[in-house]
């Protein structure tokens, strides 16, 4: 299960001792549920060993960065978290239990109201990530919805969103129209509404008014835009980011065709090793550059402060003709493959956050309210005055604190998302 959890307590004296665990992945980070306690900060901190980051495969377990006086200690779900704090901080992974939540599954829904209910109930815990937030990562018309506003406030020329529809019932004899009154043309995406779980990575490209009968509600509708075949995955962790490049999909002609739908399997197609016709790159054309880093902070920085989010991830492709950066997706808490600096730049942003950390406010806005977890609170978020202030924070200047580790390449051996 990927439900992590982590705490962390700021207290003199006190030392990791029994408590002390190990982080657990397995084919990427996909942590189990953790309390960390930060220990004996500041001039009193008593140094130890170095730091030791995690391994895959046989060399699954170790310490995590003990000489950053970072304990983790294992959280059990089925006991009340008030008998397992204080906890300065929470890192969670519940985004499958948020999912099925969502879908009126009952012990799912018992467990993310536990931990939201101490959440609640100790405002001066840090949260990564707020639920409010993540909710929204996770359902793709929100996702798309948040990105297509963001795009309106920036007026950046070098920033699109596709163009998206959503789709909860069978395709009706409107559906050209509402097609055309979103400016989608042929060919474009089908994806699940749900942005998490083995579902969600199953896709289709959709050519003609012949296979409109077999799309499957409740979807995302989105245009799809030629981009040389060419996917950059942006993983974010706080101020830090790292690009890595990934195959996609190829060229195709603009216009109906007779050509029928294509399925596939977003994660197996943009696997490093991929290599199949869906993914050739003989037909490239037009501009083909990487993404702006001034673009990739721009975005990153709107998003935390809209949503209060600081760990997750943007899939971003390069129009081969104007050469915009469009936002096709944004992942919770994505797998961060390819990325070996993750742990050294989750314990950076977890210390930066503590220390500056003020119960309501994060980034500078304030924090969207922790109770509004339905989904018509998440709903009241993109109306909000929160969602207001962080757009008109996106234009701001950059400060200098972001920052890029590496362009990785598409013949970098790193497992895939």
Known sequence: MNHLLAGMNVRDGVTCGAQKRSLRTNESYELDCFSWRLVQVGARAQSSQASRGVKHGAEQEEVFAVNTRVCSVELD?????????????????????IVEADQNMIEAQRLVQSVQDYIDAHPETVILDPLPGIRTLLDRFRSYTLIHRMEECMQDERICSPPFLVLSSGCGPDMLEQLRKR??????MCKTQVAHGVNSHEMAIIFSEEDL?????????QSFINHNAMLYKVFVVGEAYSVVERPSIRNFPSGPTDRRAISFNSHHVSKPESSSDLTSRENVEGQCRAPSADVIQKISRCLRQILGVSLFGIDIIINNQTGQHAIIDINAFPGYEGVPTFFDDLLTHLTGVLQGHAPVRANGVSQLPCSMLGNEGVARVMESEVMKKGLNCCNAELGSTYHQHRLSTLTAHAPSQ
């Open 213 to 221: 009968k077999d799309i499957t509600p409740p979807c995302v509708l």
């Open 183 to 188: 400016d989608i043309t042929f060919p474009f």
């Open 77 to 97: 779900l089925s006991r009340p978290l008030e008998d397992q704090g204080p906890l300065d901080a929470i890192i969670h992974k519940l985004t499958d239990h």
